[in-house]
């Protein structure tokens, strides 16, 4: 990794503002492993829109991304949502 990789990514951080980064972060983590480990697509869905809800509250200056997601959430929590979900993935898996 070149200098200028391993200022822009941290790689020369000190110990301890590293593992305070990780301390904020590992609940995107946990996350993650919660995606990775789920083995049915609507579950996987709706934890990736909880990943997507938990990263769009670290941006600051606008709402449109907690907007946005918090829908996206109400859609796929409701009844036509789940639906339309289930039909997408069965329509990609005949394709495919």
Avoid at 9 to 28: E, R, T, W
Wanted: charged share 25%; proline share 3%.
């Amino acid at each position: 990794m070149s200098d200028e990789n391993e200022e822009r990514l941290g790689a020369g951080m000190p110990l301890i503002d590293s593992l305070k980064l990780l301390a904020q972060y590992a609940p995107l983590l946990l996350r993650l492993q919660a995606i990775a480990n789920e083995p049915d697509a609507y579950h996987r869905a709706v934890a990736i829109v909880e990943l997507l809800k938990w990263a769009a509250a670290k941006t600051e200056g606008t709402h449109l991304d907690d907007d946005a997601v918090q829908y996206l959430q109400n859609i796929l929590a409701s009844a036509e949502g789940k639906a339309f979900f289930d039909w997408i993935v069965k329509t990609v898996e005949v394709t495919a």
